[in-house]
């Protein structure tokens, strides 16, 4: 039976990044007067000074992490939590510190809370040059750790919630180990976030000593309370990966991004940047198996849209573009999978 999602083969032509500089130009002042109008706007309608503090306060902080982190926008960042509690010695310890260096010889830096426990294992890991420390001010537990303090890639935060925005948007992968309240915070957020298309797909690790389990017992509940009770679906699973296995850890993101590259929405149409074309019959094979994903429409390979002009970068990457139904990511992470998996044409 046919395929009631066609596949259509990509464009011969690759195009050439447009000059932009004046278009990015209007939109920086464009949105800049934006939040100059917003501050206006919180004076004439005389909030409080309470209210102007944080959000004078967030502001300041989201500039500063701005800066600190724009020279590295062009490297892959990979986000970890876990317990500040645990000490040197601690096999998960030995574990966060092994993943963190094997992670950043693979070319990946590390973004930690930059505290104590695992945070300083992940950062003795990595190399203070590879890593990243967003820091927040505490009573207890979390003055920086010494291998990132005084270094400029370290960032205090005030407020949790400007600190959490970096940890996602700055991340190309999130790795947590066992931890307290903190990493489960951050863990369930994650989730949320991909399970409704709120952040852009990225792999999530759980990671634990080998034959530990502390995720094992994690992932039971997940599927004995949530999944049985219909709180989830099935295809939620995918989001993320448990295992004991640095090696697999580090496998499962490098080869992420082995043919997918990135992804976004342009106007109604997702797009993913490839790092090579699919073959006609790659193509063929993902428009029918994710057929219940992609609605009013084709699979289609194509070149770079004119609304990315500003991504220069990336500009010349083929292109997969579809009509997303914008409900079942853990089935768009199937597929990015998938596409991995497909052989060179």
Same mark, same amino acid.
């Given at each position: 039976?046919?395929? #009631?999602?066609?596949?259509?083969? =990509?464009?011969?032509?690759?195009?050439?990044?447009? !000059?932009?500089?004046?278009?990015?130009?209007?939109? &920086?002042?464009?949105?800049?007067?934006?939040?100059?109008?917003?501050?206006?706007?919180?004076?004439?309608?005389?909030? +409080?000074?309470? !209210?102007?503090?944080?959000?004078?306060?967030?502001?300041?902080?989201?500039?500063?992490?701005?800066?600190?982190?724009?020279?590295?926008?062009?490297?892959? #960042?990979?986000?970890?939590?876990?317990?500040?509690? %645990? &000490?040197?010695?601690?096999?998960?310890?030995?574990?966060?510190?092994?993943?963190?260096?094997?992670?950043?010889?693979?070319?990946?830096?590390?973004?930690?809370?930059?505290?104590?426990?695992?945070?300083?294992?992940? &950062?003795?890991?990595?190399?203070?040059?590879?890593?990243?420390? =967003?820091?927040?001010?505490?009573?207890?537990?979390? +003055?920086?750790?010494?291998?990132?303090?005084?270094?400029?890639?370290?960032?205090?935060?005030?407020?949790?919630?400007?600190?959490?925005?970096? $940890?996602?948007?700055?991340?190309?992968?999130?790795?947590? $180990?066992?931890?307290?309240?903190? /990493?489960?915070?951050?863990?369930?957020?994650?989730? /949320?976030?991909?399970? %409704?298309? #709120?952040?852009?797909?990225?792999?999530?690790?759980?990671?634990?000593?080998?034959?530990? /389990?502390?995720?094992?017992?994690? &992932?039971?509940?997940?599927?004995?309370?949530?999944?049985?009770?219909?709180? =989830?679906?099935?295809?939620?699973?995918?989001?993320?990966?448990?295992?004991?296995?640095?090696?697999?850890?580090?496998?499962?993101?490098? /080869?992420?991004? +082995?043919?997918?590259?990135?992804?976004?929405?342009?106007?109604?149409? $997702?797009?993913?940047?490839?790092?090579?074309?699919?073959?006609?019959?790659?193509?063929?094979?993902?428009?029918?198996?994710?057929?219940?994903?992609? #609605?009013?429409?084709?699979?289609?390979?194509?070149?770079?849209?004119?609304?990315?002009?500003?991504?220069?970068?990336?500009?010349?990457?083929?292109?997969?573009?579809?009509?997303? !139904?914008? =409900?079942?990511?853990?089935?768009?992470?199937?597929?990015?999978?998938?596409?991995?998996?497909?052989?060179?044409?």
């Amino acid at each position: 039976m046919a395929s #009631k999602t066609p596949a259509r083969p =990509i464009a011969t032509t690759s195009p050439s990044p447009p !000059d932009n500089a004046e278009r990015s130009r209007a939109q &920086q002042t464009r949105y800049v007067d934006e939040i100059t109008a917003t501050a206006q706007q919180l004076l004439a309608e005389d909030a +409080s000074v309470g !209210d102007l503090k944080i959000a004078a306060g967030a502001l300041r902080e989201i500039a500063h992490a701005f800066k600190v982190f724009a020279p590295y926008r062009q490297v892959r #960042k990979v986000s970890t939590f876990g317990s500040a509690r %645990t &000490q040197p010695g601690d096999p998960v310890f030995v574990l966060a510190e092994s993943f963190a260096r094997a992670i950043a010889d693979a070319g990946y830096m590390v973004i930690t809370g930059a505290g104590p426990g695992i945070m300083e294992a992940c &950062q003795r890991g990595a190399g203070r040059d590879r890593s990243f420390g =967003i820091n927040i001010q505490l009573p207890f537990e979390q +003055s920086a750790n010494e291998v990132i303090l005084g270094d400029p890639k370290l960032m205090v935060f005030r407020y949790f919630f400007a600190r959490k925005l970096f $940890f996602l948007k700055e991340a190309d992968a999130v790795v947590l $180990f066992p931890g307290g309240f903190g /990493t489960h915070d951050e863990g369930f957020e994650t989730l /949320t976030l991909l399970q %409704t298309g #709120k952040t852009r797909p990225v792999p999530l690790l759980l990671l634990d000593r080998r034959g530990g /389990t502390y995720w094992k017992t994690w &992932q039971r509940y997940v599927e004995d309370h949530l999944l049985r009770r219909g709180m =989830i679906s099935s295809e939620d699973l995918a989001l993320y990966k448990v295992t004991d296995n640095v090696e697999t850890a580090v496998a499962e993101i490098t /080869t992420y991004y +082995s043919v997918y590259h990135s992804s976004r929405f342009v106007h109604d149409r $997702f797009v993913m940047r490839l790092t090579r074309p699919l073959s006609d019959t790659a193509l063929q094979d993902l428009a029918r198996e994710f057929r219940d994903i992609i #609605k009013d429409g084709v699979l289609e390979q194509r070149t770079a849209f004119s609304a990315e002009r500003a991504e220069t970068e990336i500009y010349h990457l083929p292109r997969l573009v579809f009509h997303f !139904d914008r =409900i079942h990511y853990g089935r768009l992470r199937m597929m990015i999978d998938r596409i991995n998996q497909t052989p060179e044409p």
